[in-house]
Protein backbone atom coordinates (compact mmCIF):
# COMPACT_ATOMS: atom_id res chain seq x y z
CA UNK A 1 0.00 0.00 0.00
CA UNK A 2 1.53 3.86 -0.90
CA UNK A 3 0.20 6.38 0.55
CA UNK A 4 0.18 10.24 -0.16
CA UNK A 5 -0.93 12.81 2.18
CA UNK A 6 -1.30 16.72 2.14
CA UNK A 7 -1.50 19.08 4.50
CA UNK A 8 -0.89 23.04 4.58
CA UNK A 9 -4.10 24.32 2.65
CA UNK A 10 -6.52 26.98 4.20
CA UNK A 11 -8.05 30.34 3.86
CA UNK A 12 -5.30 33.16 2.72
CA UNK A 13 -5.87 36.83 1.24
CA UNK A 14 -4.80 37.66 -2.58
CA UNK A 15 -1.09 38.19 -2.41
CA UNK A 16 -0.26 36.15 0.55
CA UNK A 17 1.46 33.04 0.57
CA UNK A 18 0.99 29.09 1.64
CA UNK A 19 3.31 26.40 1.24
CA UNK A 20 2.10 22.78 0.67
CA UNK A 21 3.33 19.56 1.58
CA UNK A 22 3.09 15.81 0.62
CA UNK A 23 4.25 12.69 2.06
CA UNK A 24 4.59 9.46 0.73
CA UNK A 25 4.32 6.46 2.27
CA UNK A 26 4.41 2.73 2.58
CA UNK A 27 5.83 -0.02 0.47
CA UNK A 28 8.20 2.66 -1.96
CA UNK A 29 11.06 1.25 -3.36
CA UNK A 30 11.72 3.84 -5.32
CA UNK A 31 9.69 7.62 -6.96
CA UNK A 32 10.20 9.09 -9.99
CA UNK A 33 8.51 12.32 -10.64
CA UNK A 34 6.68 13.95 -7.72
CA UNK A 35 4.04 16.78 -8.63
CA UNK A 36 0.83 18.98 -7.90
CA UNK A 37 -2.12 19.19 -9.14
CA UNK A 38 -4.94 21.37 -8.69
CA UNK A 39 -8.98 21.38 -9.79
CA UNK A 40 -11.14 24.22 -8.99
CA UNK A 41 -14.80 23.47 -9.67
CA UNK A 42 -16.13 22.98 -13.13
CA UNK A 43 -12.97 22.36 -14.67
CA UNK A 44 -10.55 19.87 -15.69
CA UNK A 45 -7.35 18.77 -13.41
CA UNK A 46 -4.40 20.27 -14.52
CA UNK A 47 -1.02 20.04 -13.38
CA UNK A 48 0.96 23.23 -11.36
CA UNK A 49 4.05 21.95 -11.18
CA UNK A 50 6.69 18.94 -11.49
CA UNK A 51 10.10 17.60 -10.08
CA UNK A 52 11.67 14.66 -11.53
CA UNK A 53 14.32 12.04 -10.09
CA UNK A 54 16.98 13.86 -11.11
CA UNK A 55 15.60 17.38 -10.16
CA UNK A 56 14.49 18.86 -13.28
CA UNK A 57 10.65 21.12 -12.79
CA UNK A 58 7.78 22.12 -14.70
CA UNK A 59 5.43 24.67 -13.70
CA UNK A 60 2.36 25.84 -15.28
CA UNK A 61 2.64 29.29 -16.89
CA UNK A 62 -0.09 30.37 -14.77
CA UNK A 63 2.08 30.19 -11.79
CA UNK A 64 5.27 30.43 -13.16
CA UNK A 65 7.44 33.10 -11.32
CA UNK A 66 5.12 32.76 -8.49
CA UNK A 67 5.08 29.35 -7.25
CA UNK A 68 8.18 27.12 -6.38
CA UNK A 69 8.74 23.19 -5.75
CA UNK A 70 11.20 21.81 -3.89
CA UNK A 71 11.45 17.84 -2.77
CA UNK A 72 12.89 16.16 0.28
CA UNK A 73 13.97 12.64 -1.45
CA UNK A 74 15.32 11.37 1.89
CA UNK A 75 11.76 11.96 3.57
CA UNK A 76 9.90 11.35 0.14
CA UNK A 77 8.14 14.74 0.66
CA UNK A 78 7.83 17.14 -1.86
CA UNK A 79 6.18 20.91 -0.97
CA UNK A 80 4.72 23.24 -3.24
CA UNK A 81 5.82 27.09 -2.18
CA UNK A 82 3.12 29.55 -3.77
CA UNK A 83 3.77 33.34 -3.51
CA UNK A 84 1.29 36.21 -4.88
CA UNK A 85 -1.59 34.38 -4.41
CA UNK A 86 -4.49 35.60 -6.98
CA UNK A 87 -8.29 34.42 -6.17
CA UNK A 88 -7.92 32.21 -9.46
CA UNK A 89 -5.77 30.17 -7.75
CA UNK A 90 -8.63 28.70 -5.49
CA UNK A 91 -9.05 25.03 -5.77
CA UNK A 92 -8.32 21.62 -4.84
CA UNK A 93 -4.45 20.74 -4.71
CA UNK A 94 -3.63 17.14 -5.20
CA UNK A 95 -0.39 15.93 -4.98
CA UNK A 96 0.64 12.89 -7.37
CA UNK A 97 4.02 10.56 -7.80
CA UNK A 98 4.67 7.68 -9.71
CA UNK A 99 5.86 5.58 -7.18
CA UNK A 100 7.43 1.67 -7.66
CA UNK A 101 5.74 -0.48 -5.23
CA UNK A 102 7.79 -2.80 -3.85
CA UNK A 103 4.78 -4.71 -2.72
CA UNK A 104 3.25 -5.05 -6.09
CA UNK A 105 6.37 -5.29 -8.03
CA UNK A 106 5.52 -2.46 -10.23
CA UNK A 107 5.34 1.22 -11.23
CA UNK A 108 1.95 3.20 -10.62
CA UNK A 109 0.66 6.87 -10.74
CA UNK A 110 -0.86 7.68 -6.98
CA UNK A 111 -2.64 10.25 -5.23
CA UNK A 112 -3.22 12.21 -1.95
CA UNK A 113 -6.77 13.22 -1.38
CA UNK A 114 -6.45 16.97 -1.94
CA UNK A 115 -6.60 20.08 0.16
CA UNK A 116 -8.61 23.15 -0.03
CA UNK A 117 -6.36 26.33 -1.48
CA UNK A 118 -9.31 29.33 -1.26
CA UNK A 119 -7.62 32.74 -1.87
CA UNK A 120 -10.15 35.75 -1.32
CA UNK A 121 -9.63 39.17 -2.74
Known amino acids: QVQLVESGGGLVQAGGSLTLSCVAS????????QGWYRQAPGTQRELVAQVTAGGSTDYADSVKGRFAISRDYAKNTVHLHMNSLKPEDTAVYYCNGRIYNDMRGGWGEYWGQGTQVTVSS
Open 26 to 33: GSIFRIDA
